[in-house]
């Protein structure tokens, strides 16, 4: 059977297409990706703006008609934060159903969280123990831990990577004034979540899952022994810090030199980087792992267990 999960996030709009059989793992076919940036887009009252909403449309559009060229058997179309957030969400979602011609399932944070971690699990398997997850997307920040398939504790808060380069890095570099007051703002955000995740066990394994995790894992990052690729790639907490006046102190376009930071995050990379290190600090956190699979794949592996296959 092949499907296809179409998600619809506060930067990207990506089309994941993989086949699936009873016992067997997904395996991707193809992956489709339309960078937006829909923070960009935002109008004075929290309204993503027409010329926002016709880029959103044409970008589903595009992936739909990838999904028939495909013969995708089910598209399971989601969408995050910056679409449910958005003053004119109702519009905007049913704009995107009639590019779509389906319905459009809107998850919530935490829901964001418990699909990810899902994901995340199943590629470190049983044997990983306890998990402690980091997800940054453009609009909020996930974090979910547990020891089985489904975490203990999940929590999603506004801290993304997009969000917070609009809010508090606007100039290009930002300046280290600007990362500070952001790395204030970060703390006070994660202080709560921190108290509630103070009571869990501690993680046998910490995993970030993101786009932007993988950007500066390959920036700041080294491979595990004995191992390649970005699967299995660690990033410690001190290097990423040592970094983040670096970035900081460079504009978006010698920042996209750099290994592993992609134009289309050059950008929002310090807001990403900031948000994450507090993150780190905040649940005292060393190192943590980076896992390839995420919100898609959790997408579909829970589609795939309710076939009862």
């Known amino acids: 059977m092949r499907l296809g999960v179409l998600d619809i996030g506060s930067n990207t709009v990506h089309l994941l297409v993989a086949d699936a059989r009873p016992g067997g793992r997904p395996l991707a076919t193809t992956s489709r990706r339309t960078v937006l940036r829909l923070m960009r887009y935002l109008g004075p009252d929290g309204e993503i703006t027409e010329e926002g909403v016709s880029a959103l449309v044409a970008a589903v559009a595009d992936a739909r008609a990838v999904a028939a060229s495909e013969k995708v058997d089910e598209l399971l179309a989601t969408a995050t934060s910056a679409v449910r957030e958005a003053a004119n ?5 049913a704009r995107i159903e009639a590019a779509l011609g389906q319905p459009l399932q809107v998850l919530g944070g935490e829901s964001e969280a418990r699909y990810t971690f899902l994901a995340v699990r ?3 398997g049983w044997a990983a123990g306890q998990i402690l997850l980091f997800d940054i997307g453009g609009g909020s920040l996930e974090i979910a831990a547990g020891g089985d398939e489904m975490p203990d504790a999940a929590a999603s808060v506004p801290l993304g990577a997009g969000r917070m380069t609009i809010q508090f890095l606007p100039q290009d570099p930002p300046g280290e ?3 500070e007051k952001l790395r204030h703002h970060a703390r006070t955000t994660l202080a709560p ?3 509630a995740f103070g009571s869990l066990p501690r993680p046998d394994h910490v995993v970030g899952s993101s786009k932007a995790i993988r950007s500066l894992a390959k920036l ?4 595990v022994p004995g191992w390649s690729g970005i699967e299995r790639m660690v990033l410690p907490r001190a290097a990423l810090g040592s970094w983040i006046p670096r970035l900081a102190r460079i504009p978006a376009s010698a920042r996209q030199e750099l290994p ?3 134009p ?3 950008f929002q990379i310090v807001a990403g980087a900031v948000v ?3 993150a780190m600090r905040a649940l005292d956190v060393d190192e943590l792992e980076v896992s390839p699979w995420a919100l898609r794949e959790g997408v579909l592996l829970r589609y795939i267990e309710e076939l009862g296959w």
């Open 193 to 195: 979540v921190a108290e």
């Open 264 to 266: 289309d995050r050059a």
């Open 122 to 124: 199943r590629w470190f």
């Open 260 to 262: 592993g930071i992609t």
């Open 89 to 93: 969400g109702a519009e905007v979602i």
């Open 220 to 223: 700041v990052g080294y491979p």
């Open 177 to 179: 004034d600007a990362v």
């Open 276 to 278: 994450l290190h507090e």
